[in-house]
């Protein structure tokens, strides 16, 4: 019989939180490397992109999800149903709680749909860098006042605090089961998603206020230059696609310096990503309406 230091674990984990509560952050913590982009301003994460965490004793693979709120457009309805559809679907939940924010009727609201899952949820009280102990220790205990969790845990994913410990509660709510991916996967998304997440990044690091939600990218072509023997090159076409007219004079910058700062920036990061050289077209498209226009989010891949 196998004692119990053989049992391997293996399964799905979906962090929740409202927006900003340091999800994405935290997964590329547990998983060692940047793949989900983050940004200061709330809701940046659109798609449930999956990092994977593979110890010797088990494998949790991470969904990031978009936060739940209340929908305005459809496209936050459809990410309402997206990370409904997730949560269905996952063995455990982290639910997570920024250590220095009071708990809102935002919080309320996950908590009350995440009391309907079948899923353990793990409570994580993140950003413990940025609040004092007492503050923490208040924190915890309004959170255990907030629903029925598994665990609650304080973490901060930026000092690396808990983050070992945290993993260990997660993969320790796994059901046994094989290895699901091979150990060296860290994500399953392709190189293209990825590479128009980082153009994406670069562009909400740049600009303020209401553009955030009215930034899509899409990645058009990826071609490989014939450089004669030198180090590759690959040519990328991206488009920028925004909302209104009135936004673009606001992603060209003065004489097109944004857009080319824009530029400069994902392409350093999709050189670290790829590993080679990359020239970087970045062209700026306006859809009109396009998070209302079911056809348009289609074409978007939302
Ligand atoms: N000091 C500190 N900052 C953190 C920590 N975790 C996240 N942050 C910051 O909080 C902000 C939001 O973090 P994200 O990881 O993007 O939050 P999110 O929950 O994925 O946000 P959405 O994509 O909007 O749902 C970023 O500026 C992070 O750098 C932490 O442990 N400590």
Not at 46 to 53: D, F, I, K
Not at 60 to 84: I, K, M, W
Not at 181 to 189: A, G, L, Q
Not at 229 to 237: A, E, H, M, V
């Amino acid at each position: 019989m196998n004692s119990e230091e053989d049992v391997y674990r293996s399964g799905f984990c979906a962090f929740v939180g409202r927006p900003n509560a340091g999800k994405s952050t935290l997964t590329n913590a547990l998983v060692g490397s940047k793949i989900v982009i983050t940004s200061d301003k709330p809701q940046t994460t659109r798609r449930a992109v999956r990092g994977v965490l593979s110890r010797p004793d088990g494998q949790l693979v991470l969904v990031d999800t978009p936060g739940l709120h209340r929908p305005r457009t459809l496209l936050g309805q459809r990410l309402n149903d997206v990370v409904r559809g997730t949560l269905a679907d996952v063995d455990v939940i982290g639910f997570c709680l920024p250590a220095d924010e009071k708990i809102g009727p935002g919080d309320r609201f996950i908590a009350a749909e995440l009391s309907q899952l079948k899923a353990p949820v793990v409570a994580i009280v993140t950003k413990t860098d940025r609040a004092s102990k007492p503050r923490i220790a208040e924190q915890l205990m309004a959170v255990g006042q907030l629903g029925e969790f598994a665990e609650v845990v304080p973490v901060s994913a930026v000092a690396g605090e808990q983050v070992d410990l945290l993993a260990d509660l997660l993969i320790a709510r796994l059901p046994t089961g094989p290895q699901l991916y091979p150990s060296e996967v860290r994500t399953d998304e392709s190189d293209e998603s990825r590479i128009a997440e980082l153009i994406r990044e670069a562009a909400l690091a740049d600009v303020r206020d209401e553009l955030p939600h009215s930034i899509a990218v899409t990645v058009e072509e990826m071609n490989p230059r014939d450089t004669e023997g030198r180090p590759p090159l690959l040519d990328i076409f991206a488009t920028l696609h925004l909302e209104r007219t009135s936004q673009r004079p606001i992603i060209l910058g003065a004489g097109g310096s944004r857009l080319k700062r824009i530029g400069t920036d994902a392409r350093h990061g999709i050189e670290e990503l790829l590993g080679q050289r990359v020239n970087l077209k970045l062209h700026v498209s306006v859809m009109g309406e396009w998070q209302r226009d079911p056809k348009k989010l289609d074409r978007l891949g939302f």
